[in-house]
């Protein structure tokens, strides 16, 4: 069974930094597709930043390029999101995702961690 587990949130003042985690047991991240979304209320969830299996390539929304940086620990099945000069527009519910490369229509989700920056 596919478990992702986020951690790292937290209230933030603006030009902060913040650094998530999402645990991701027994989960093979060559494999697999990892993103984070995000949603803000009143939002629709949007994608921040993904990091693919096979290549190990990332990409970002161009909200966050040049702030916030996503890596893998393949070993420890681990991604990590760095965050730094965070803004107030950052604030959301921070979500983990998953979906193996071979098989689109299977994705999973992480339960979600609040950021909150304030101005």
């Known amino acids: 069974q596919v478990r992702l587990v986020e951690s790292g949130g937290g209230l933030v003042q603006a030009g902060g930094s913040l650094r998530l985690s999402c645990a991701t047991p027994?989960?093979?991240?060559?494999?697999?597709?990892m993103s984070w979304y995000r949603q803000a209320p009143g939002r629709e969830r949007e994608l921040v930043a993904i990091?693919?299996?096979?290549?190990?390539?990332?990409n970002y929304a161009d909200s966050v390029k040049g702030r916030f940086t996503m890596s893998r620990d393949v070993a420890a099945s681990t991604v990590d999101l760095q965050m730094n000069s965070l803004k107030p527009e950052d604030t959301a519910v921070y979500y983990c995702?998953?979906?193996?490369?071979?098989?689109?229509?299977?994705?999973?989700w992480g339960q979600g961690t609040q950021v909150t920056v304030s101005s």
């Open positions: 990091i693919f299996g096979v290549s190990g390539t990332t």
């Open positions: 027994a989960m093979p991240l060559n494999l697999y597709d």
């Open positions: 995702h998953a979906s193996p490369y071979y098989d689109k229509g299977r994705q999973y």
